[in-house]
Each structure stands twice: as structure tokens, then as C-alpha cells.
């Protein structure tokens, strides 16, 4: 029964939607947020990909963004450093 609830919680996590990929004609996603995910094993949710996007928008267009947030919703655990990550030029 344990390997069984264990296999299923594996196969669930393999067939999880991954919010950071693009699928066009092929399937793009950016490396680092998988890494980011593998290391801290957490899935990224939508929300926490679109805002970290928005930021990276705002820095290639030179300009300076602050972004609400409620309580629980990762801005010291998953945005921070995804930021930090993404930004990083050395």
C-alpha cells in the first residue's frame, strides 16, 4: 500500500502543469526555474511565474516596479530568490 501511494504521488508530480513553459510549435521553458523547483521541491504556482515575468519585463525595459502581495503567497521563499537568481550578472 505504501509503494502504491507513493508511485501515485510520483506520477501525479510528472503530470502537474509546469506554469513556466511555453508551448508553440516546440516546448520552451527556462531551465532555471526547473532547477529552482528540483532544489527547494516545491512547484512554482501561475501566480508566482506571471509576477516573477513582470518583474523581468520591468528590469529589460529599465524601469523600477513594486508588486502587492498577500501574505503566503512566496515572496520570501519562491520570489525573492527566483528574482535574485534571474538577475544575478556574475
Known amino acids: 500500500l505504501a509503494c502504491a501511494l507513493k508511485a ?3 506520477a501525479e508530480q510528472l503530470n502537474a502543469v509546469r ?3 511555453k508551448v ?3 516546448v520552451q521553458y527556462d531551465p532555471r526555474l526547473l532547477v529552482i523547483e528540483f532544489l527547494s ?3 512554482l504556482r501561475e501566480s508566482q511565474v506571471k509576477i516573477v515575468g513582470t518583474f523581468m519585463d520591468s ?3 529599465g524601469k523600477s516596479l513594486c508588486h502587492q ?3 503566503g503567497a512566496g ?4 520570489i525573492a ?3 535574485v537568481l534571474l538577475l544575478a550578472d556574475s
Not at 515572496?75 to 519562491?78: A, E, G, L, N, R
Request: charge should be positive; aromatic fraction near 4%; proline fraction near 4%.
Open 75 to 78: 515572496k520570501t521563499t519562491v
Open 69 to 71: 502581495m498577500i501574505m
Open 24 to 26: 508553440a510549435t516546440t
Open 19 to 21: 506554469h513556466f513553459t
Open 8 to 10: 501515485q504521488a510520483v
Open 81 to 83: 530568490p527566483l528574482l
Open 59 to 61: 528590469v529589460a525595459q
Open 41 to 43: 521541491n516545491m512547484m
